[in-house]
């Protein structure tokens, strides 16, 4: 690849390009068209997709029925080893005073 240039053009210079010069005119209007129209087009298409999921069903139930919550099995059960849970530690000794 190789890099270009592209010449830089006030604003103004561009609308009278525009306005004295019709058939460039006209040929930038259709690309603006176009490109208008498939931005539209893009939106719409994600609009209708969001109302779609908006308006589906919930069949998580149907599809997932409610099941009672398993008790532990045996290798989910702690290690016998396992130090309970230790208590806060003692305060220090008093030294006579």
């Given amino acids: 690849m ?3 240039s592209l010449p830089r053009m006030c604003l ?6 525009l306005r004295s010069e ?3 005119a ?3 209007l259709w690309q603006f068209l176009g490109v208008l129209a498939d931005r539209l087009d893009q939106t719409s298409k994600d609009l209708a997709g969001a109302r779609e999921e908006l308006a589906a069903e919930d069949i998580t139930d149907a599809i997932f029925p409610e099941i009672e ?3 532990p099995a045996f290798g989910d059960l702690p290690p016998a080893s396992a130090a ?5 530690p003692a ?3 008093e030294h006579g005073s």
């Fill in 2 to 4: 190789r890099a270009i």
């Fill in 12 to 17: 103004s210079s561009f609308f009278e390009i």
């Fill in 22 to 24: 019709h058939e460039i």
């Fill in 26 to 28: 006209v040929k930038m």
């Fill in 69 to 71: 919550e398993p008790s």
């Fill in 84 to 88: 309970p849970p230790s208590a806060p």
């Fill in 91 to 93: 305060p220090p000794p």
